[in-house]
């Protein structure tokens, strides 16, 4: 099993960034990509950003077209973190941020196969 945990969401202004990170432990070494997915009251669970790695070496990122150009992710995979930079934050990103993990090669954005989950963080950007 492993467990994420995820970490710094709060209340910004529209144009500020914010840095989540999501720490994970347990069974680490079983994953094989992991993912940022986004949901706002009343929506669906939408992907916002993946990333792919092979051994030591990120392999790929992925960004959904809403956020290309504001938002980067990044791994540390030697102390089994992720991150997810947030720049030029608009309303519409308010939601509950959540960290995913998957064990085998997939679509970055099918949220079916990540097999596990943080408990989310919430990101809320005031106009």
């Known amino acids: 099993q492993v467990l994420l945990v995820e970490s710094g969401g709060g209340l910004v202004q529209a144009g500020d960034s914010l840095r989540l990170s999501c720490t994970a432990s347990?069974?680490?070494?079983?994953?094989?990509?992991m993912a940022w997915f986004r949901q706002a009251p009343g929506k669906e669970r939408e992907p916002v950003a993946g990333?792919?790695?092979?051994?030591?070496?990120?392999?790929?990122?992925y960004y959904a077209d809403s956020v290309k150009g504001r938002f980067t992710i990044s791994r540390d995979i030697a102390n089994n973190t992720m991150s997810l930079q947030m720049n030029s934050l608009q309303p519409g990103d308010t939601a509950v941020y959540y960290c995913?993990?998957?064990?085998?090669?997939?679509?970055?954005?099918?949220?079916?196969?990540?097999?596990?989950w943080g408990q989310g963080t919430q990101v809320t950007v005031s106009s």
């Open positions: 347990g069974r680490t070494s079983s994953m094989y990509a």
């Open positions: 990333i792919r790695w092979i051994r030591w070496s990120i392999g790929s990122e």
């Open positions: 995913a993990g998957r064990t085998s090669a997939a679509l970055w954005e099918d949220r079916t196969r990540y097999s596990y």
